[in-house]
């Protein structure tokens, strides 16, 4: 048993171990994130927004699960792997003006902006939660959680 972050709060659960940044959820929620943007958001963009709108949406999306990824090196300096998470956390907040201009703007997908949107907020609240929670992870056999 071992903590797990459910609906933004963290409880008690099975805790998987974590072996590289891989096994973190928010990484793999992040990735997924981004496909669907690259994939289903920036095709649809109108062209007057092919390089503007689409090249934000296209480096925020793909920075978010890499300062993830670069972070996780520095798991061991708690203070550079929280400001590695903060970094990823402020991208996560940067796609939702992107993502409503998608939507409100260009009359994207309303559906698969809203998810988007959604997705971007948990990713949010993962990585805040993972920022300030890493030291009580670190203590319990160096396990997290796969919900983070």
Not at 10 to 24: A, N, P, Q, S, V
Not at 109 to 137: D, P, S
Request: proline fraction near 3%.
């Amino acid at each position: 048993m071992g903590l797990k972050l459910r609906n933004g709060r963290l409880e008690m659960g099975e805790m998987k171990k974590i072996h590289t940044y891989k096994d973190l959820d928010v990484y793999q929620r992040s990735i997924n994130a981004a496909k669907d943007v690259l994939l289903r958001v920036i095709p649809r963009l109108p062209s007057v927004e092919k390089y503007d709108l689409a090249d934000q949406l296209r480096r925020c999306c793909k920075s978010i699960p890499a300062i993830i990824a670069e972070g996780y090196a520095k798991k061991h300096q708690p203070k550079a792997f929280q400001k590695y998470l903060e970094d990823a956390l402020g991208g996560s907040n940067e796609m939702n003006p992107h993502l409503v201009f998608c939507r409100d703007v260009y009359n994207l997908e309303k559906e698969l902006c809203n998810y988007l949107l959604e997705e971007y907020e948990i990713i949010g609240k993962q990585l805040y939660n993972l920022r300030k929670n890493w030291q009580v992870f670190g203590k319990t056999n160096n396990s997290l959680t796969s919900h983070l």
